[in-house]
Every structure is written in structure tokens, then in C-alpha cells.
């Protein structure tokens, strides 16, 4: 049974900040990766950031870029995402992907958290 547990989502004034959090739990193998994605209404998920999780080589989107910060906690299996400087435009369902590989078999199989709602408004 495996459980992305997201958290920290909530509303927020422009400026301001929010630190997101998820949690994989029941995973058999440790994840290669973890990212964060969003989604605002009607548009497409789009990748927000992404972290791997051996050496922890981070990705970002153009928007977030000098906003946003991505980091784990490998012993936790754990991924925050610090946003700073929020902007109305940041406002979306945030949800949180790991991305394993058997170690044997090379099967990949990937895991979504339900989502977090950021809010950015004045």
C-alpha cells in the first residue's frame, strides 16, 4: 500500500511563502526521483520541480525558477518544496510523484500524491 502524504498547502497573500511536504510511505524500494507538479483549473499538470534521490540533482521549471526550492530528506523519503515570493500565478492543486525502478527487473513504476491546494491571493 503505498501513500504519498502531501502537506503544507494553504492560502497566502502575494509575497508571501509556503513550504509543501510530502511523505512516500509502503514503497518496497527506495524512489530514483521525486517532483512536484501543479495544476491549475483548466490547464494541463505541468512539472513544477523534480529531485533525485541518490544525489540530489534538482530540475526546475522556468516560472519557479529563483522562487522555488526543492530538497529531501533521503532517510524519511521525504520532499519539501519552498516557495518564496509567491505570485497569483502560482496558485494550483500541487501534487507530489516518486518514481521507482526494481532493482532487478528495471520495472518502473510511478506514485501520485491526491494533491494540495496553494492558494495565492490578496
Known amino acids: 500500500q503505498v501513500q504519498l502524504v502531501e502537506s503544507g498547502g494553504g492560502l497566502v497573500q502575494p509575497g508571501g511563502s509556503l513550504r509543501l511536504s510530502c511523505a512516500a510511505l509502503?514503497?518496497?524500494?527506495?524512489?530514483?526521483?521525486m517532483s512536484w507538479y501543479r495544476q491549475a483549473p483548466g490547464k494541463e499538470r505541468a512539472l513544477v520541480a523534480y529531485i533525485t534521490i541518490g544525489d540530489g540533482n534538482t530540475n526546475y521549471a522556468n516560472s519557479v525558477k529563483g522562487r522555488f526550492t526543492i530538497s529531501r530528506d533521503n532517510a524519511k523519503n521525504t520532499v519539501y518544496l519552498q516557495m518564496n515570493s509567491l505570485k497569483p500565478e502560482d496558485t494550483a492543486v500541487y501534487f507530489c510523484?516518486?518514481?521507482?525502478?526494481?532493482?532487478?527487473?528495471?520495472?518502473?513504476?510511478?506514485?501520485w500524491g491526491q494533491g494540495t491546494q496553494v492558494t495565492v491571493s490578496s
Open positions: 510523484n516518486a518514481r521507482t525502478m526494481h532493482p532487478t527487473t528495471g520495472e518502473e513504476n510511478d506514485y
Open positions: 509502503g514503497l518496497s524500494f527506495n524512489p530514483l526521483d
